[in-house]
């Protein structure tokens, strides 16, 4: 089966054709370069409908077959720019229904994970997909891409392109901004992860006024790079450490970035993972991908009705069934001394005064300059460490602290013995957690990585550990991404079973008001420019 696939979503333009066998047998495309300001939906529209035309001829001529041996036609369907998505959506219907052909339009962004995969070889990967539209955490879990993280206001690519923009620097902001960083030194600019996600608005914001008093450029570009992709590495190192997966992949047009792959691929080697990265060519926006995952969708689910080919703006990569994954998993083998080695720290046996102890040892973190590593781990221990003793005045049980040792960034604790609450949820359980997140809150502590490992059963009783990324905050808003953290990793234990047990949660929690913000922060996170 031969399938020909149009992509649009944004400034660039593709067709491609790839057959069942994987063989890529045409790529063309084009991409818009705007002459000022970002991606205007209506231009990209128009520079679609200009060479769509032209660029399905042209992949019909290079891979030497005729119409007439295409049996698929395969769109974007979503997410994207609106019209650029429609101009889409009316080239595919108006080519399969001249030719006689079936059509099926499908996620853009599962289409870069899935030509990744064939590109590489990689079989069950955590993904950092990352573009000018898109910055997600992908893994699959329970029948589905799972997104394990995603920024919570603008992409990493609109990040760069947005302060090229507005430094003079020009579109896209990425390559000059990567050339320059080269002579750079770094300067303090804002980290922000919180849980899974990651925010880059402020970071931005920063980048920009540092310019303006009169910075060098290079050494913002340097130190927006490198703040930037270490809060990518490390909620993908965060993924990986949760599902214990023993493959790393990057993927999206931000791929193209040198310093990043370097970075994700230290990451992963720390972790004893496989790191992959596909051709450059397959990493940005393709006609090829949307080809490839159209014969998958395809031959699990058929064509679809020419009624259901409408564009799905805000088209999550976590909508779409995948049932053509074997999820049989090879896992991270752990060294002996190791309880557990997690995107923070190494947890080690330990003992204090003849009681039963751990070391939580966070080590340094190659793939980050010492600049910033220095200073994340440093701040993450004292803080810790302060928010332990707090939690218990709030009445929630957390390890007993011994000893901080702020030179080797390391906290001795009291070991916490009974099991995971991952492998014991049930709905009463869920609803303790809620009343118990409901304390913490109430004395404004944001535990900042709620997981479903991060909550132990011991003799009947909930204990909280890993404040690893704790903070204070009155903010509403970060009580709700608490929550959220929480709700991603239920899901990843049982997507069916998540719902029910997250509405035990809330109703635990007993503020109805947080759900308007949930509401408000899941509606973010989606295809901007």
């Keep these: ?8 979503t944004a400034e660039k333009t593709g067709v491609g054709i790839v057959d069942s066998e994987g063989n890529i047998l045409a790529m063309a495309g084009k991409q818009l370069f705007p002459e000022e300001g970002g991606i205007h939906p209506r231009i990209a529209a128009e520079h679609h409908a200009e060479w769509i035309p032209k660029l399905i001829p042209q ?13 698929l036609i395969s769109f974007s369907q979503g997410p994207g720019l609106g019209p650029a998505l429609r101009i889409v959506a009316t080239s595919a219907r108006s080519l399969a229904l001249s030719l006689k052909k079936p059509i099926i339009g499908v996620n853009h962004c599962i289409g870069h994970v899935e030509v990744g995969k064939l590109d590489t070889g990689a079989v069950n990967p955590v993904s950092l997909y990352v573009s000018g539209g898109n910055s997600q955490v992908i893994a699959y879990e329970s029948g589905r891409y799972r997104i394990f993280g995603e920024t919570l206001d603008i992409a990493v690519g609109n990040c760069l392109d947005h302060f ?9 902001g990425g390559p000059v901004i990567e050339k320059l960083a080269k002579q750079g030194s770094y300067v303090d600019l804002p980290y922000v992860v919180k849980g899974m996600d990651f925010s880059f608005s402020g970071l931005l914001s920063a980048a920009i006024r540092e310019v303006e008093k009169g910075t060098p450029i290079e050494d913002v570009c340097f130190s927006l790079q490198e703040t930037a992709f270490s809060m990518l590495v490390e909620v993908t190192e965060r993924a990986l450490s949760h599902t214990q997966k023993d493959e790393v992949m990057l ?7 040198s310093r990043l792959r370097e970075m994700l691929k230290t990451m992963s080697e720390e972790h004893g993972a496989k790191f992959y990265m596909p051709e450059m060519k ?14 998958l969708m395809c031959k699990q689910f058929g064509p679809m009705d020419l009624a259901d080919t409408g564009i799905i703006q805000k088209f999550r990569t976590d909508e779409v069934d995948i049932p053509w994954i074997d999820n049989t998993k090879t896992y991270l083998t752990l060294p002996d001394e190791l309880i557990a080695k997690g995107a923070e720290s190494n947890i080690v046996k ?3 005064l003849g009681e039963k102890a751990v070391i939580k040892d966070r080590i340094p973190k190659s793939y980050r300059i010492p600049e910033i590593d ?17 939690a218990k005045r709030a009445g929630v049980k957390t390890p007993v602290l011994y000893d901080v040792d ?15 609450v991952k492998d014991v949820i049930d709905e009463d359980l869920a609803f303790k957690i809620g009343q118990e997140i409901s304390k913490l809150h109430s004395y404004d502590i944001i535990h900042g990585d709620i997981t479903s490992s991060n909550i132990m059963l011991q003799d009947g009783n909930l204990v909280f550990i890993d404040f690893g990324l704790g903070r204070y905050s009155q903010l509403k808003e970060d009580k709700a991404v608490d929550l959220l953290v929480l709700k991603k990793s239920l899901q990843s234990i049982d997507y069916n079973l998540a719902v029910k047990y997250f509405d035990c949660v809330l109703n635990g929690y007993g503020d109805k008001s947080i759900l308007n913000t949930i509401s408000d922060i899941e509606s973010r996170g989606r295809y901007t420019h």
């Design 374 to 390: 220095s200073k994340i781990r440093k701040a993450r221990t004292k803080e810790e460490a302060k928010l332990l003793s707090d």
């Design 251 to 257: 993927c999206g047009g931000v791929s193209a970035n």
């Design 406 to 420: 702020l030179n080797r960034k390391a906290i001795v604790m009291e070991e916490i013995g009974g099991v995971m």
């Design 1 to 8: 089966m031969i399938s020909l696939g149009i992509e649009g």
């Design 164 to 172: 090229g923009r507005e430094t003079g620097l020009g579109h896209p």
């Design 282 to 295: 397959l990493c940005g926006d393709n006609g090829v991908m949307i080809a490839w995952l159209g014969l």
């Design 350 to 352: 330990s003992d204090y």
């Design 59 to 71: 992949a019909i001529e290079e891979s030497g077959l005729s119409y007439d041996d295409i049996d």
